[in-house]
């Protein structure tokens, strides 16, 4: 089967790409531009700017499933009109879905948003990107699994490590479940399925109601050494941890997440070991 992959260029795209080929996937990338520094250069890459319907069909044609990644993900970072957001999140999304129509492909994945909802300009076009799956599932009797990505944008090392406790997920973790997901379409295991992509720190209950108290020692347990390197990195603890359940799409999907705060630490811990300037590294984009 060939896949392709809007957006195929961005951090989530990239991963996503290398995994598939890892899978032996035969593979088409599109995006407005190739990666700067292009890892997969032996892999069909296609110009696409899903603003532009011809764009859409050109990338689509011959392909048997899609990943749809392409959209402006950063909200208003860095500056961008609301007009843009709109138009490439939502004018993007319904020429990929149109071309997808006209080419009768039945398996489609689409990038959604933890920020789904009506507070901004963002939320709202994805809350229109699941319509128009929800859409596209029903009047052309295709399986679509609409993903809301929490927050994998590249951040310096530790603040993304920190992040895990609150809305961030590494970038494997958001490869495999779309890879999970494009499986599960092409195996039509689900009609229409909206799942949270986030991690799963396993912590009981009351850990995760009061971390700052409890976390530091509950993570000693599982990474001896994690109360010290909380202390020397000064990473910012939250009240609570966000963590929600997964399990529906472990059931549909058969993906879980694997990369926690735990994981984490055990990764810092070894660079710390290292010596290692952790400081200047930057997550997801240079760590394995």
Not at 80 to 85: G, K, L, P
Not at 194 to 201: A, E, S, Y
Not at 252 to 276: I, S
Request: aromatic residues 8%; charged residues 25%; proline residues 5%.
């Amino acid at each position: 089967m060939k896949i392709l992959v809007t957006g195929a260029a961005g951090n989530a795209g990239q991963a996503v790409c290398a995994l598939l080929r890892q899978e032996g996937y035969d593979i088409r990338r599109a995006d407005v531009a190739p990666p700067s520094r292009d890892e997969l250069a032996g892999v069909e890459f296609v110009r696409c700017d899903t603003r532009t319907p011809t764009d859409a069909l050109r990338a689509v044609e011959g392909c048997d499933a899609v990943i749809h990644l392409a959209a402006w993900h950063c909200a208003h970072n860095p500056p961008v009109s609301d007009a843009t957001i709109f138009a490439v999140n939502v004018d993007g999304t319904f020429n990929v879905f149109e071309a997808c129509r006209a080419f009768g492909v039945k398996a489609v994945v689409f990038a959604s948003s933890m920020a789904y909802g009506w507070g901004g300009i963002y939320g709202v076009t994805k809350v229109i990107g699941e319509d128009l799956s929800r859409s596209y599932h029903e009047s052309a009797d295709a399986s679509v699994a609409m993903l809301r990505y929490h927050d994998f944008v590249p951040k310096p090392y530790l603040d993304f490590g920190a992040m895990l406790l609150r809305n961030g997920v590494d970038r494997r973790d958001v490869a495999a479940s779309t890879v999970a997901a494009l499986r599960a379409v092409i195996d039509k295991k689900i009609g229409l399925f909206q799942t949270v992509i986030h991690t799963n720190h396993h912590m009981p209950a009351d850990v995760v109601q009061n971390f700052p108290s409890l976390g530091p020692d509950w993570c000693e347990t599982r990474v001896p050494g994690s109360k010290a390197l909380i202390e020397k990195y000064a990473l910012t603890l939250p009240a609570s941890v966000e963590q929600h359940d997964m399990s529906e799409a472990k059931r549909l999907m058969g993906w879980e997440p694997e990369f926690g705060f735990v994981e984490f630490l055990t990764d810092l811990k070894a660079r710390d070991a290292r010596g290692e300037d952790v400081k200047a590294l930057w997550a997801p984009g240079q760590i394995p």
